[in-house]
């Protein structure tokens, strides 16, 4: 939900509530087993198995189906919440909450007059679809639509009713009143295959503290109805049921040992909860998805496993962590403000043998949202799912051995086919080269973390041995020893969020950010002077995303400036930054994300929609390059030399020249890296490239063949490197940790 989701983040406040208390007298029904199923699993066996994940991968398919059909501008260009539901025809029907429906404007932005529609359909139709909302396309209006100016409804989740000739979706009802305020659950029937609204009635179902369209769940006979209640930053699960797949009939509130139909009895489940979230089967247990929503810029999904779809659940284990959000969403998306919420399932949608997930990003600048139509939609993720026991085992009730996966069943909201293996979070490692034989990175040795980075930006190696470290809100790190230890460095106390450092020699590091600023420092980052900045007082209006300093004096930096749209910005020098030229970038090329220099002379800078230009004269004058429009956003680039650059764009491709950009051509990395997030060529024919998950993939023939290999399992987003040989790479994960090998990386590591 667009507008309570942004309020939420806007409000930086925890609030926890007590834990539940005692029931209230039963004046009503109530069933005091304990959720009253069949488990074939105790709660004691529960306690000895826990999630794992082999692999998260972004489902490219799902992506570029909804990044594609946003692109066109004939209906649905943006949306939150992204429930799915399979309907009799093999189609599929995507829930949206708030949601943009309107035409595509230049730079791939959206008139500020687009109209927010606060619920509607997607219809999918294997890979053709169709949006459904109310009004016409130049009037559009929600589906579902109340009374009142101030009123809204939100879409939740919706259930096949048993007839097949329609489906049942929850929506709460709003008011807007200076602030959010819930007035009731709802429930309408749509026909089908119209899709056709044909009743829409309030529910008499309570507490009032809780709303009702996290998600639902047919098993064994009942629909399991889940909601969530409490303040912004501390929400808490809560469980209804009904008999069938009447969700107008008698509602049963689960009270934590039992079931009552007094819905005053109702306590809540779990705490730390997002708005949505998704209760699934995964073989002979239930998988529970979720965010914890207790911070801002949260990019965690979590896992929770339970013998019944009403708990008890296990401790969290980390799923997946979103490659940007926060500050690190700049050169993604332009904007530091960005974050993922609402994380479901789709189990009806999953591969074989993994979990499909989806989350939803949004961005706490209203401006963000037009400038730039990617920002807002869901992102499809397949995960390599296993239980295992406490020892990292896997479970087999029928084998002494435990070495066969708890078994899953045919997809569905009942019954889905799962398996799993965890991810961690980043730590500071280090790699001293290794053999082939070991696929888990042996190579990798792990050292103590740089001082002070809480999330890792950034990676600027002068030599072999001296590499700087830039992070969250401007710290830094730097190390003289090939990372043996690191010390940290101070900005000065107005410096601005940097996004980028380039330190060309021991003593000379150049930083760029928001502003636009630039910084130097020529005594090894003890002191640091503003070169480029905005007057005081003013606000800013421009970010450079990236810098590029073959030598001391010579630099290159880019990102975007102006206000709305915003527009290419480039800046050189060619006096170690005593003064700055604004360059002019060709006409057409959309917002600039990365530079690499290879000489003085010649540099190469990338950007989104397909942007690659090429300099010889030091940023004097830029050439279009011609790359494929199938590559999206080109994110990062290295050039090793004047004829070979490479550079990473969507879909796991990697594009690359030999001839100084007469050519490209275009390589696609192994699937299983996920999200390519950086890339760092110290020769024409070596290439290293991180990516989401822990995954590096290497080139030793200039792209033609990559191998996948992998970080330490402590490892997560591999965020940034730099290989300032062919015998030694540095890479920073998000955690601030820093990978590295000093044996010939690049020929003999398995990283």
């Known amino acids: ?86 309907l009799p025809d093999k189609s599929t029907l995507w829930l949206f909450s708030d949601s943009f429906v309107g035409p595509v404007l230049a730079h791939h932005s959206r008139s500020i007059t687009t109209p927010i529609l606060h619920n509607m359909f997607v219809l999918q139709k294997g890979t053709s679809l169709h949006s459904v909302y109310g009004g016409t396309y130049t009037h559009p209006t929600p589906l579902v639509t109340a009374p009142g100016a101030s009123q809204l409804f939100f879409s939740g989740d919706g259930i096949l009713d048993n007839s097949g000739h329609s489906i049942s979706v929850l929506y709460t009802e709003f008011t807007w009143t200076g602030g959010l305020a819930t007035l009731g659950t709802y429930l309408a029937s749509f026909s089908l295959p119209g899709l056709t609204l044909e009743n829409l009635h309030r529910l ?27 303040s912004s930053w501390s929400k808490q699960m809560y469980i209804a049921r009904v008999t069938g797949t009447n969700l107008a009939s008698s509602w049963s509130y689960f009270t934590g040992k039992g079931w009552s139909t007094d819905p005053q009895a109702i306590q809540p489940v779990l705490s730390n909860m997002a708005s949505e979230y998704s209760v699934t089967q995964l073989g002979k247990v239930f998988l529970l998805v979720t965010m914890h ?52 399932a789709h189990p009806d ?29 869901p992102r499809f993720v397949n995960l390599d799912l296993k239980v295992v026991d406490t020892r990292g085992q896997r479970i087999s009730a029928a084998s002494s051995r435990r070495t066969t996966e708890v078994p899953g069943v045919t997809s569905s909201r009942d019954h889905a086919t799962y398996s799993s293996r965890a991810i961690s979070g980043g730590t ?56 043996a230890d690191f010390h940290p460095l101070s900005m000065p106390a107005h410096a601005p969020i940097f996004f980028d450092i380039s330190c060309p020699t021991s003593s000379e590091c150049f930083a760029a950010g928001e502003g636009p600023t630039i910084m130097e420092s020529s005594d090894g980052g003890k002191s640091w002077t503003a070169q480029i900045s905005p007057p005081p ?29 915003g527009a290419p910005v480039i800046l050189s020098t060619s006096n170690g930054g005593q003064s700055w030229s604004s360059q002019a970038s060709p006409r057409g090329i959309g917002n600039l994300l990365s530079v690499s220099c290879a000489t003085e002379e010649e540099c190469w800078a990338s950007g989104s929609r397909s942007t690659m230009i090429v300099t010889t004269d030091a940023g004097i004058h830029w050439s279009v390059q011609p790359i494929p429009s199938s590559v999206g956003n080109i994110y990062q680039v290295s050039c090793p030399s004047s004829t070979v650059c490479f550079g990473i764009g969507d879909n796991s491709q990697v594009i690359g020249t030999d001839d100084g950009g007469a050519s490209w051509h275009i390589s696609t990395v192994p699937s299983r890296i996920g999200e390519l997030l950086s890339i760092s060529c110290p020769s024409n024919s070596d290439c290293l490239v991180t990516g989401a998950g822990g995954s590096l ?52 590591a398995t990283g």
């Open 293 to 344: 929503e207790v911070k801002p810029y949260d990019n965690a999904i979590y896992g929770y496993l339970a013998p019944t779809p009403a708990g008890p659940f296990t401790d969290p284990t980390l799923l997946y962590k979103v490659p940007y959000s926060g500050p690190l969403g700049e050169k993604h998306f332009g904007t530091s403000t960005v974050y993922p919420y609402d994380a479901i």
């Open 204 to 230: 008499d179902v309570g507490p009032a503290r809780v709303e009702w369209l996290s998600w639902l769940l047919p098993y064994k006979g009942y629909t399991y109805i889940y909601g969530f209640g409490g």
């Open 697 to 748: 993939v290497l080139t030793h023939d200039g792209g033609i063949k990559w191998s996948l290999e992998h970080a330490p399992p402590s490892m997560n987003n591999l965020f940034a490197s730099d290989c300032p040989t062919v015998n030694t790479c540095y890479v920073l994960t998000e955690g601030g940790a820093v990978l590295t090998s000093t044996s010939a990386l690049i020929p003999t």
């Open 1 to 86: 939900m667009l507008v309570s989701t942004s309020l939420v983040i806007a409000v930086m406040i925890l609030l926890f509530l007590p834990p539940a208390g005692s029931l209230l007298p039963a004046s009503h029904h109530t069933d005091a087993s304990h959720a009253n199923i069949k488990s074939s699993i105790s709660p004691a066996d529960l306690a000895k198995i826990k999630l794992q994940v082999d692999a998260a991968t972004p489902d490219k398919r799902l992506d570029s189906l909804f990044t594609a059909y946003a692109d066109k501008g004939k209906g649905w260009t943006g949306g939150d919440s992204a429930y799915s539901l399979p």
């Open 537 to 565: 007082g003013a606000n800013m209006t421009g970010s450079l995303t990236s810098i590029s300093c073959p030598t001391a004096t010579n630099c290159i930096a880019v990102g975007s400036v102006g206000q709305g749209e």
């Open 428 to 483: 500071l490692n280090v790699s001293r080269g290794g053999s082939r034989k070991d696929p888990r990175g042996a190579g990798w040795v792990g050292i103590s973390p740089p001082p002070t980075i809480v999330f890792g930006y950034a990676i600027s190696c002068a030599n072999a041995s001296d590499c700087w470290v830039l992070g969250a809100g401007s710290t830094l790190a730097r190390t003289s020893n090939g990372g």
């Open 349 to 377: 949608l999953s591969p074989p043998g993994r979990v499909l997930i989806s989350y939803c990003m949004d961005t706490l600048s209203s401006s963000a949202l037009y400038r730039n139509i990617d920002i807002y939609k």
